[in-house]
């Protein structure tokens, strides 16, 4: 099975802040990874899919880069609203996700 | 509007049985895959399986394969999980989920539900 590992688990930024989560397979997904967000007590929401594509009505400042093995996550400035939990999700074969990355507020 | 809408919280007590339920609305229901994700107490997403209500198509996780049923009723809109003897440590929230693109394999998903808490406790 493939594995994902993200990094780092814990994130404290600030507002304002741009900010990156990595996420790591354990062998190549060429583009085939998701990125959501997750609020205490709400379901995940889809930010990314296809490692790079936004999706519809999620803000820009939001981005999603990376193939292969390595994929970050980009939050060009942090509003605060985007203090979440965030999780990858490899789609090539079981589609597990990563055990998330919780972002807090500094 | 595109939606998923999930039973209510369930409280049960160990080896009973339990089915749970995800109606979808606003889209062609057999077109789309439906997913189940478990969410521990505390703990990250874990992918249990997915269906394709069109013929009823299943692919387990294989750390759910054997411990869970998922299924799908396409008169109603209704997909299911259900569990034939539950255990404490199946105590969590459970979502159903839309794969986001029709007919597709595996592929992320863009409409989820708004969770079922299931409770196991003696």
């Known amino acids: 099975d493939i594995q994902l590992t993200q990094s780092p688990s814990f994130l404290s930024a600030s507002v304002g802040d741009r900010v990156t989560i990595t996420c790591r397979a354990s062998?190549?997904?060429?583009?085939?990874l998701a990125w959501y967000q997750q609020k205490p007590g709400k379901a995940p929401k889809l930010l990314i899919y296809?490692?790079?594509t936004l999706q519809s009505g999620v803000p820009s400042r939001f981005s999603g880069s990376g193939s292969g093995t390595e994929f970050t996550l980009t939050i060009s400035s942090l509003q605060p609203e985007d203090f979440a939990t965030y999780y990858c999700?490899?789609?090539?074969?079981?589609?597990?996700f990563g055990q998330g990355t919780k972002l807090e507020i500094k | 509007e595109v939606q998923l809408v999930q039973s209510g919280a369930e409280v049960k007590k160990p080896g009973e049985s339990l089915k749970i339920s995800c109606k979808g609305s606003?889209?062609?229901?057999?077109?789309?895959?439906i997913g189940w994700v478990r969410q521990m107490p505390g703990k990250g997403l874990e992918w249990m399986g997915i269906?394709?209500?069109?013929?009823?198509?299943?692919r387990y996780s294989p750390s759910f394969q054997g411990q869970v049923t998922i299924s799908a009723d396409k008169s109603i809109s209704t997909a299911y999980l259900q569990w034939s003897s539950l255990k404490a440590s199946d105590t969590a929230m459970y979502y159903c989920?839309?794969?986001?693109?029709?007919?597709?394999?595996?592929?992320?998903?863009?409409?989820w539900g708004q969770g079922t808490m299931v409770t196991v406790s003696s």
């Open positions: 989920a839309r794969q986001r693109v029709v007919a597709a394999g595996n592929d992320a998903f863009d409409i």
């Open positions: 062998q190549g997904i060429s583009s085939y």
């Open positions: 296809a490692a790079s």
């Open positions: 606003g889209y062609s229901f057999t077109s789309y895959w």
């Open positions: 269906i394709y209500p069109g013929d009823s198509d299943t």
């Open positions: 999700q490899q789609l090539n074969s079981y589609p597990f």
